[in-house]
């Protein structure tokens, strides 16, 4: 069962504006050249959207930024002026200005600092807010293929840990970036407005900083993204095994399970380790470029001041902005390295916001018919999983089911039974064929609508780490709670809900581990009943249980298969005797239809089966 949210439409748009255009559906995007600078940071720019939804914080945060270097880089103009003009008593009126506006300019700075720390602050988390909802609502929007192949633990680990990597550089790093380009600028055109000369020397000692700089950073990058892979394989590794816990201990491999996981576990610490090296490296290589080329240029700068070319005060205005700008660099290079690190982890997140869904609605999809009837076609089907595909799950198939009939499907695993179910929820699209659900195409039709007029019962019941209430409450989310206790009744489930600790608002365990197997089928058939669906999907909805709670729960969906067409997966024959239609299924094709007695006394596949089971029940 699927339900529409208005936060996947809404999100839509930014999830567009951050994918290219793949080569072919369901791709995931070729990684970029790595030539060029640009292409390196590039999953980092396709952030752009996510930062433009919020102008207003960003032009406040951008303008507290430029006024706080600006407040800065006003410092070296009033050291200037007081050395030049001396400590002697006659100027001490005027050294007096120059100190209460050093305390004005703090006063500003201070203001500014902290109005640009609230704004990168917000910005960073709102950003990541946001990023995580679109990814989670694009997450939503994929099928099964999808998930065949991607593990859920991975996609946890991108959707957690590689957001909190983004979060960092869409506030503080980005504003730090931006602060310490604005204080290198403008600190070299006031170095080279107190000296050329000396700027000149500084200019050529530049390219030697910022060369081994670019270079260190795309090896930053490939290592970070190296160190998150090896982190979501830890964590897929993990999420796996806690989620089936009870086989671990019950094969008692918890110390070899604790062993694999520590292996994985190292292998993100060595990636990790590996990146905070180069990026040790390349901060260690840029302050000693850098601070060497100041030396060298302050050498020749106390030369110019014995010489008389240029007074103290200037040099010591030209020695601070020198300062800034080595400040500048290096705290570049120290940014450079979290961009790069940040901009592997945005790719990550780029990579599954660039997967098409292979199953989407139509542009301009067609109507369902209102009032809903719930009669269903399959014309001449045919297909085969991408996973086996010289293996048809289905071949030449076809069936019509009128509205308000039960129609049982049987045969042996692998016959194609589930197969058909996956199709009328499309999940899959078939190789050939159509099928139609009140004569509109599936593949023409919206997914939400077409998938509200399907409820689906099936064999492993998902169970939700909340109350029983919003258990329910997931067939229809907008219910009411006395609406969610008649369908409890009506499904067989409200005695035994009542007698738990908090009744109705009891907290399950995570998959249900707290109920037992009939209990969470009637919690399956309540909400089914809650969602009140024309077409009803029952998939060995009683397979796993004992007698009596078969009873109990073959009598809730005889009150939920009324007035509905039913199609019913069932290996235990006793289930099916009293549909409208029995098709017996072998390797993808009906080989057998009828009602049971007819099946019973021709004597084929079913009337093998039926005497196999019904043999063995009689002689228990």
């Given at each position: ?165 983004i979060k960092a550089v869409a506030g503080h790093t ?377 009873r109990a729960v073959q009598q809730a969906l005889e ?62």
């Amino acid at each position: 069962m699927t339900a529409s949210h208005p936060s996947v439409e809404k999100n839509a748009s930014n999830v567009v504006s951050l994918v290219p255009p793949p080569e072919a559906s369901g791709s995931e995007a070729s990684p970029a050249p790595r030539g060029s600078r640009l292409e390196a940071i590039r999953p980092l720019i396709r952030l752009k959207p996510y930062l433009m939804k919020h102008k207003g914080m960003l032009v406040f945060g951008l303008a507290a930024l430029v006024l706080s270097a600006g407040a800065m880089l006003s410092v070296p103009l009033a050291v200037r002026r007081m050395i030049d003009h001396g400590f002697s008593a006659e100027n001490a009126g005027f050294i007096d200005q120059y100190f209460a506006m050093m305390i004005v300019i703090g006063a500003v700075l201070a203001a500014s600092i902290a109005a640009r720390f609230y704004c990168v602050s917000w910005l960073g988390e709102r950003v990541v807010a946001d990023l995580r909802q679109d990814v989670f609502a694009h997450l939503t929007r994929l099928g099964p293929a999808f998930f065949e192949k991607t593990h859920s633990g991975e996609v946890m680990s991108r959707l957690t840990a590689d957001t909190t990597q983004i979060k960092a550089v869409a506030g503080h790093t980005i504003s730090q970036a931006l602060r310490n380009l604005i204080m290198l600028i403008g600190a070299f055109v006031l170095m080279f407005i107190t000296s050329p000369n000396l700027s000149g020397l500084t200019l050529i000692a530049i390219p030697v900083i910022v060369l081994p700089l670019m270079a260190y950073g795309q090896a930053v990058k490939n290592l970070s993204r190296k160190a998150q892979d090896s982190l979501a394989e830890a964590s897929a590794y993990a999420a796996e095994n806690l989620t089936a816990v009870r086989t671990m201990q019950s094969f008692a491999h918890e110390t070899a399970v604790a062993d694999r996981f520590d292996d994985a576990v190292q292998r993100s610490f060595d990636a990790a380790r590996d990146r905070m090296k180069a990026r040790a490296g390349l901060t260690a290589l840029t302050v000693f470029l850098t601070v060497s080329s100041i030396v060298a240029v302050l050498w020749y700068g106390a030369s110019a001041v014995i010489s008389g070319s240029m007074t103290g005060g200037e040099l010591s205005q030209f020695i601070i902005y020198a300062l800034f700008v080595a400040g500048a660099l290096g705290e570049l290079a120290e940014v450079w390295g979290e961009i790069s690190q940040a901009s592997g982890a945005a790719e990550r997140l780029t990579e599954i916001l660039a997967v098409v869904p292979e199953i989407r609605s139509p542009e301009h999809p067609t109507p369902m018919p209102e009032p809903a009837l719930g009669a269903i076609d399959f014309d001449q089907i045919t297909f085969a999983y991408a996973s086996r595909p010289d293996i048809s799950a289905l071949r030449d198939f076809t069936l019509h089911v009128k509205p308000g009939e039960t129609v049982a499907l049987v045969g042996p695993s692998g016959a194609g039974k589930t197969t058909i179910f996956n199709l009328l929820l499309r999940f899959y699209d078939p190789t050939s064929g159509r099928v139609r659900v009140d004569g509109v195409d599936v593949a023409a039709a919206d997914l939400d609508q077409l998938r509200r007029r399907i409820s689906l019962v099936p064999q492993d019941v998902a169970i939700f780490a909340d109350t029983v209430l919003e258990n329910i409450r997931y067939g229809s989310p907008q219910a009411s709670e006395d609406d969610v206790r008649k369908a409890a009744v009506a499904a067989q489930a409200d005695a035994f809900i009542r007698a738990l600790p908090d009744g109705y608002g009891q907290r399950l365990g995570e998959r249900g581990v707290t109920l037992s197997g009939g209990q969470r089928q009637r919690l399956a058939i309540a909400r089914a009943i809650l969602k009140n669906a024309p077409i009803l999907l029952l998939d060995e909805a009683t397979s796993a249980l004992d007698a009596e709670n078969e009873r109990a729960v073959q009598q809730a969906l005889e009150v939920v298969m009324r007035d509905r067409t039913t199609l019913v997966i069932a290996h235990r024959l006793a289930t099916v005797q009293k549909a409208d239609r029995i098709l017996v299924m072998e390797e993808g094709r009906v080989v057998e239809s009828g009602t049971h007695a007819e099946l019973v006394t021709k004597g084929g596949l079913y009337g093998r089966l039926a005497a196999l089971q019904f043999g063995k029940e009689a002689a228990e």
